[in-house]
């Protein structure tokens, strides 16, 4: 099974493989962060951000854990930081990402805050001791309680996360079929489909995520992870745009008013969590 630093003790097929996985991260990250800068019409708001530090972490991370799969850094603690620092933003940025969208859907500010709570208890519970465990695992000769700590809590930990975000993706369905039911069944069915489809997918990447995980092949697993990350960060710039657009129109339908004339809470709501959008002459200027 590989370990960290046997690039050069692989098959060149897997080192390939894994190069290719890692290089196509990279450009997704890239790619999300110039689309960030290229859609959002105001850089602020809690999507924006979320969104932005979860791409750049991606890239800290998937270039930190470079170093250590082809051996390049001769200092393991902080290949070990700079990899922790970026998953950290990753995963809390991903998080973040779900639940600022749900802020275009539902409108319960008692359920909003309970997943904004989950965010953030899951994050201190899971990610300081894995995070300690990690860099306990930099020791040579590495600690027994340390690595056995590590195996069982990144195990927990990835699963935890995967169903947190599985609980966002339900609350995101459910909350999405209360707003279709104000529009025709054809735009409903359409814009179902695409949504439905989309967590599906997410799902599934997950789960894919976790069966390599329980079947040990760690490795495998974290290059797999920046990969699909990358993935949902791509889709979720996708989908948003269409969905942005879906709840304004819908808003000004049931109204009565032209799209562009909206100010209910709702639209101001998804205003500030979100902020995409064509930018505006003054933006464009301005930036």
Known sequence: MLTFGQASESSPSVAYFFAGCIGVTLYNAVEIIVLIFA???????????????????????TTGFSTYFFNITPNKFVQSAVTIAGWWAF????SLVLWSRLHLVLQSPRILRGVLAMIIVNAIVLL?????????????????PFARGYDIMENIQLTVFCVQ???????????TTKLL?????????????????????????????IGVQYASFRILQIVLKGFVFSIKLKFELAVLGRLTAFVHAEQALILGMDASGIADPVHQRSSHHTGIG??????????
């Open 39 to 61: 859609t959002f019409k105001r850089y602020g708001g809690w999507y924006f951000w979320s969104l932005l530090v979860a791409s750049i972490g991606l890239i800290v991370t």
């Open 91 to 94: 995963i809390v940025g991903q």
């Open 128 to 144: 300081i001791p894995t995070t300690v465990l990690s860099l306990g695992n930099n020791v040579d000769p590495i600690p027994e």
């Open 165 to 175: 975000e599985f609980i966002i993706s339900g609350l995101y369905i459910w909350a």
């Open 181 to 209: 039911a104000y529009t025709t069944e054809r735009r409903k069915r359409r814009l179902m489909a695409e949504l439905i489809t989309m967590n599906v997918v997410l799902v599934l990447m997950d789960l894919v995520l």
């Open 278 to 287: 064509p930018r505006s002459r003054t933006s464009s200027s301005q930036a």
